[in-house]
């Protein structure tokens, strides 16, 4: 193992890499969350996270938990027992929101599709049509197993062509302040998302945009739900506290990094992340391996799972990243385990951090046994960054605007 000096480089596709500036906010003395300024803190956090859903009418609740969490608010609060829903699984993640739908009671259509597709849109279309009787359609915006990313707006085009009324849920934990996400546009009713992936701070809050729809839903739902309850939320949030105990570093750890994400602008964070995620498809492409997403339409910009040659253990590739060269890359996970790694590219990267991934992994695939050749992905990355990074200097006009990449002040 090499010392213990520098850094070790993470690029598992959550928590994701929490900026200096970031962590020197949440290094605050603790607060009374009942204090009669607190809300000035709180009431612009709600208001900026609509910002980032484009949730212009509907509301974003922020709960002390995991993203997990904000996926049982939005069924609990929203659906009855017994419920028919529409779901797909095509990853670890769309599987355990199933799993959770089942478990809670509803009663699921589930389309199982090949791991490295994603929502199928046209039996989606097919499935509302003949039954009407649907209340709940989920989708996994970005499955974060098998780096794949399907069409929001055309699950909301499906299910207006069938004549649906029912809510729409959807998984926007890795995809959410680092693809492009458009609540409103795209009529998505409940938008589930978590503080430790594009959002840039440690795991600890579940983010959950909801629709004005979703919310008139919510009073004559039926299922059991407590510690999640809408009603609690509201009548606390609306004047800028919470039903129970906010983890209040983290707060103000969320006002930094929305500071830093609307500093870059929404837009050019989304750029840099498609930047960043096809330098690293060029290397991976270069070394002659695959993604486990099996159509380009399907690719994802925040993380890239690697198909390992046959004969070469994705496990093992991460065991060797992590002790040979510190480096913590993202395990194939149930289906695909010792089959994929994945490197993930959201949140505070620049262009040399995906090289330093790559490079990595280059030396880790080698070390377990794969024939790459040293170098060959790192140059294609390269040459694409200084391509790319090149056009978008050209595409500013005002001079001085260089730095390109990445979100943190030095
Ligand atoms: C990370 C993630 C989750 C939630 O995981 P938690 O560990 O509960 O925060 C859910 N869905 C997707 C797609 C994710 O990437």
């Not at 809300?39 to 996270?49: G, R, Y």
């Not at 922020?62 to 609060?77: D, F, I, K, L, Q």
């Amino acid at each position: 193992m090499s010392a213990r000096t520098g850094v070790t480089h993470m690029f598992v596709p959550g928590p994701t890499n929490v900026p200096d500036r970031v962590r020197r906010a949440m290094n605050v003395p603790m607060e009374d969350h009942r204090a009669p300024d607190f809300p000035q803190l709180t009431l612009p956090l709600f208001e900026d996270l609509r910002k980032v859903y484009r949730n212009e009418t509907g509301r974003v609740f922020m709960y002390p938990s995991s993203g997990t969490g904000a996926w049982e608010a939005a069924v609990s609060n929203t659906l009855n027992r017994g419920d028919r829903v529409l779901m797909s699984r095509f990853g670890q993640f769309s599987l355990l929101w199933v799993d959770m739908a089942q478990r809670l009671g509803l009663d699921v259509i589930c389309v199982d599709r090949e791991w490295g597709e994603g929502v199928p849109l046209e039996e989606y279309e097919r499935i509302l049509t003949e039954d009407p009787s649907i209340r709940g359609v989920f989708a996994c915006h970005n499955e974060t197993a098998t780096g794949v990313t399907s069409d929001v707006a055309g699950v909301r085009r499906v299910m207006d062509a069938a004549g649906s009324d029912a809510l729409l849920f959807v998984d926007a934990v890795s995809s959410l302040a680092s693809l492009p996400f458009e609540q409103e546009a795209w009529g998505v009713d409940l938008a589930v998302s978590g503080s430790q992936k594009g959002l840039m701070l440690p795991a600890g809050l579940a983010v959950l945009g909801v629709s004005a729809k979703a919310l008139e839903a919510s009073k004559s739902a039926t299922m059991e739900r407590c510690y999640f309850s809408f009603a609690d939320m509201l009548k606390t949030n609306d004047l800028g506290y919470f039903p129970y105990t906010p983890p209040t570093p983290l707060l103000h750890g969320m006002r930094c990094s929305l500071d830093m994400l609307f500093a870059e602008g929404l837009d050019n964070v989304f750029a840099r992340h498609h930047r960043l995620a096809e330098g690293v498809r060029r290397g991976v492409d270069a070394l002659g391996l695959s993604l486990c997403a099996v159509e380009p339409k399907w690719y994802s910009d925040t993380v890239s799972a690697i198909r390992t040659p046959d004969d070469v253990d994705g496990a093992e590739v991460c065991r060797i990243g992590y002790h040979r060269y510190r480096t913590s890359f993202g395990a194939g996970l149930s289906k695909v385990a010792g089959k994929v790694f994945r490197i993930g590219h959201l949140g505070d990267l620049n262009e040399v951090s995906c090289l330093a991934a790559l490079a990595s992994a280059e030396m880790s695939l080698a070390d377990a046994g794969a024939k790459v050749d040293l170098g060959v992905g790192v140059a294609a990355a390269q040459e694409y960054y200084r391509n790319a990074t090149a056009a978008l200097e050209a595409s500013r006009d005002g001079a001085g605007l260089v730095g390109t990449a990445s979100v943190s002040p030095q």
